[in-house]
C-alpha cells in the first residue's frame, strides 16, 4: 500500500451488472492515478469487481467479515472465503455497521484480527457521534476505539491498516468536518498510534478522512498534513466525482 489511499465504500448500492458498468467508467478516469485506489462493493459484487479490475491499478474491497474462519455462522462472510476469491482488503468497523448491526469496539477487534491473520489488508473505521463530539469526548472516544481494535496488532501487521476517520454527524448528511476539525482529529489518531508503537509506524500509517467527502471539497481536506487519503460514500457512486478526489490525493 502506499501512503495516499482513495477508497470508495459503496455501502449497499449496485448490483453486479452495476458493478461493472460503474467499474469500466472509473478505470479509464483514475488509469494515472499517483494514489492508490480500492473500490468496497457488496458481498455480491465482489466477482464482477475483481474481474473489471484485474490488470488496472484498481484494488477491491469487501466491507465486512466475520473473525471466525469458517462455521455455523448464518449469513457470515470470513475473511479467509474473501482471500481466496482474490480481495485484497476489508473496511471494518464502519458507524452503519456499529449503529445498526450491533458491532461493538470488541467485535470490530476480532474481525481486525480475523483479516489480518487471513492476509487481509483493513481499513479500520473510528468517529464519534454528534453528542460526544459537542460533549466534548472526541479524543477519548477515537483513542479508545483506536486502541482497542488494534489490540495485539503487531508493528508489523499495522502495514496492512489504514485508519479512516470518519465522524457519524458528517456522513451522508453533507455536513463535512471543517479540513481543520479533519486534520485535528487525524492528528490524534496518529499521536495515540505513536504511542501505541512508535513515531516511525505513526508516520507511516495512511488516516483517511470519510464523511461527505466530494468533488468540492476534497482538495482542500487532502492538503492537511495528517489526511492521507479519503473514504468516500455517495460521491463513490459517480465514477467523475470519484476520479476528482483521486485526482487531488497527490
Ligand atoms: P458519505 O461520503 O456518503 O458521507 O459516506 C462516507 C462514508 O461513510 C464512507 O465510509
Not at 501512503?3 to 465504500?9: F, L, M, P, S
Not at 457521534?129 to 479524543?139: A, D, F, I, K, P
Not at 508503537?197 to 483517511?208: E, S
Amino acid at each position: 500500500m502506499g501512503k495516499y489511499v482513495i477508497a470508495g465504500n459503496w455501502k449497499m448500492n449496485k448490483t453486479p451488472a452495476e458493478a461493472t458498468a460503474l467499474i469500466n467508467e472509473l478505470k479509464p478516469l483514475v488509469a494515472n492515478a499517483s494514489c492508490d485506489v480500492i473500490v468496497g462493493v457488496p458481498f455480491v459484487d465482489l466477482p464482477a469487481a475483481l474481474e473489471a479490475t484485474a490488470g488496472t491499478n484498481i484494488g477491491v474491497a469487501a466491507q465486512n467479515c466475520h473473525w471466525k474462519e469458517s462455521g455455523a455462522y448464518t449469513g457470515e462472510i470470513s475473511a479467509a472465503m474473501l482471500k481466496a476469491m482474490g480481495v485484497g482488503t476489508v473496511i471494518l468497523g464502519h458507524s452503519e455497521r456499529r449503529t445498526y448491526f450491533g458491532d461493538t469496539n470488541e467485535t470490530v477487534a476480532q474481525r481486525v484480527r480475523g483479516a489480518l491473520d487471513a492476509g487481509l489488508n483493513v481499513i479500520l473505521c473510528v468517529g464519534e457521534y454528534l453528542e460526544q463530539r459537542e460533549q466534548g469526548v472526541t479524543g477519548e472516544v477515537v483513542a479508545m476505539q483506536t486502541k482497542i481494535a488494534l489490540g495485539g496488532v503487531s508493528e508489523e501487521e499495522l502495514k496492512r491498516v489504514i485508519i479512516a476517520y470518519e465522524p457519524v454527524w458528517a456522513i451522508g448528511t453533507g455536513k463535512t468536518a471543517t479540513a481543520e476539525q479533519a486534520n485535528e482529529v487525524c492528528a490524534l489518531i496518529r499521536a495515540t498510534v505513536a504511542g501505541l508503537y512508535n513515531d516511525a509506524a505513526a508516520k507511516a500509517l495512511t488516516i483517511q478522512y470519510g464523511g461527505s467527502m466530494n468533488a468540492g471539497n476534497a482538495a482542500d481536506l487532502l492538503a492537511q498534513p495528517d489526511v492521507d487519503g479519503g473514504l468516500i460514500g455517495g460521491a463513490a457512486l459517480k465514477a467523475n466525482d470519484f476520479s476528482i478526489i483521486v485526482a487531488a490525493a497527490k
